[in-house]
């Protein structure tokens, strides 16, 4: 009866080492005739400046377009442009609790986009894209600001590139 049980598993173990499964983005949709991309500096252009914020997006966004597609991210113009600035950065009150104190604070990075493909000028757009993170209002806000940033720069940086290139 136990070897009814270890043969389909042994079966299992056997042909998994057979057999790999890959799965990249790496140039997945993209119009083979792009070969190269540039990305202008993001200017902070919020209410409230987070003074490194700006070279982190702008940064952040040449390595992710290197990571996750074919092209070659150059200082010239490329065959598509990625321009625009930061339009927010701002924190609010959520959620308000017992005595009208805050429970719960919203955290918001707004960027402004410009795309733009010389290849094909169809796909050109020019759009905002934020996004946001609650935290507990007992918190102090530089305490969670960097890892916050971190997750809403990876999410927007997300949101461009599925515009740009998967055209949802």
């Known amino acids: 009866m136990k070897l009814y049980f270890v043969s389909p598993l042994l079966i299992f173990f056997l042909f998994s080492g057979c057999f790999t499964i890959s ?28 003074p490194t914020l700006s070279q982190k997006f702008t940064d952040g966004l040449k390595e992710f377009l290197e990571s996750n597609t074919k092209l070659r991210v150059v200082n010239t113009m490329g065959d598509v442009d990625f321009s625009g600035e930061i339009k927010n950065y701002q924190i609010n009150l959520e959620a308000i609790a017992a005595g009208d104190i805050a429970a719960k604070t919203r955290f918001t990075i707004a960027i402004r986009v410009k795309y733009t493909n010389s290849i094909n000028p169809d796909d050109n757009f020019d759009t905002s894209f934020s996004a946001f993170r609650v935290f507990d209002s007992s918190q102090n806000f530089t305490s969670v600001e960097e890892e916050l940033t971190e997750e809403i720069i990876d999410e927007i940086l997300d949101k461009i590139y599925n515009k740009a290139f998967v055209n949802w």
């Open 23 to 50: 799965y990249s983005t790496k140039g997945g949709s993209l119009n083979p005739n792009l070969e190269t991309v540039s990305v202008q500096y993001f200017a902070n252009r919020a209410t409230r400046v987070n």
